[in-house]
């Protein structure tokens, strides 16, 4: 079982950067695939980022593609979302979450979540 920790989130104005971390317990951290996930009030959980365990492969929404770099460190078993350009519309609940699917389409394919990091952008 993997636990994750989300940190990073807080208070930036339009415009502005964070960079969200996740932090993973175990050994086995290298065989998953990572994700970020983010969700809004009243929204639907939103896919925002994928890569896969070996680290060579990315995909990004649409809506964040170009503004958001997703990376991760197997040795310090934490993986990263890189967040630029931030909009109002960012502003979200942040999950990142771990899938034993070497490249993960759906949100049930994710088999541990974090509990989220706040992201507020402020106009």
């Known amino acids: 079982q993997v636990q994750l920790v989300e940190s990073g989130g807080g208070l930036v104005q339009a415009g502005g950067s964070l960079r969200l971390s996740c932090a993973a317990s175990g050994r086995t951290f290298s065989s998953y695939a990572m994700g970020w996930f983010r969700q809004a009030p009243g929204k639907e959980r939103e896919f925002v980022a994928r890569?896969?365990?070996?680290?060579?492969?990315?995909y990004y929404a649409d809506s964040v593609k170009g503004r958001f770099t997703i990376s991760r460190d197997n040795a310090k078993n934490m993986v990263y979302l890189q967040m630029n350009s931030l909009k109002p519309e960012d502003t979200a609940i942040y999950f990142c979450a771990a899938s034993l699917t070497a490249t993960p389409e759906y949100v049930r394919q994710y088999d541990y979540w974090g509990q989220g990091t706040q992201v507020t952008v402020s106009s």
């Open positions: 890569i896969t365990w070996w680290g060579a492969s990315t």
